[in-house]
Nanobody, 120 residues
Framework: QVQLVESGGGLVQAGGSLRLSCAAS????????MGWYRQTPGKQRELVAA???????NYADSVKGRFTISRDNAKNTVYLQMNSLKPEDTAVYYC??????????????WGQGTQVTVSS
């Protein structure tokens, strides 16, 4: 079984910064894409940023230039550095990982979510 454990959420004033971390553990061969999503009440979960195993990042337009995604493959950990935070960034942030469990077998896993609240 694979688990994703997130940390780093909290309350911050507009213009401030937070860094989210997500560590994957369990039995797996490798992790392909890792990403961060966010969700607010009544809305669909949306992609914030994702990064491939080779390190290629992809960002939502709303966070480009403010957020940076990175990963440490040796630690099976993905990070999201969030700068210049805005009240509209307030959401529950979820980590996602596409895991190669064994040859020919892949599965997607989610973290439990961490709350990010940006006050104006």
């Amino acid at each position: 079984q694979v688990q994703l454990v997130e940390s780093g959420g909290g309350l911050v004033q507009a213009g401030g910064s937070l860094r989210l971390s997500c560590a994957a553990s369990g039995t797996m061969l490798s992790i392909n894409t890792m990403g961060w999503y966010r969700q607010t009440p009544g809305k669909q979960r949306e992609l914030v940023a994702a990064i491939t195993s080779a390190g290629g990042p992809n960002y939502a337009d709303s966070v480009k230039g403010r957020f940076t995604i990175s990963r440490d493959n040796a630690k099976n950990t993905v990070y999201l550095q969030m700068n210049s935070l805005k009240p509209e960034d307030t959401a529950v942030y979820y980590c996602n990982a596409d895991v190669r469990l064994r040859i020919g077998r892949y599965s997607s896993y989610w973290g439990q979510g961490t709350q990010v609240t940006v006050s104006s």
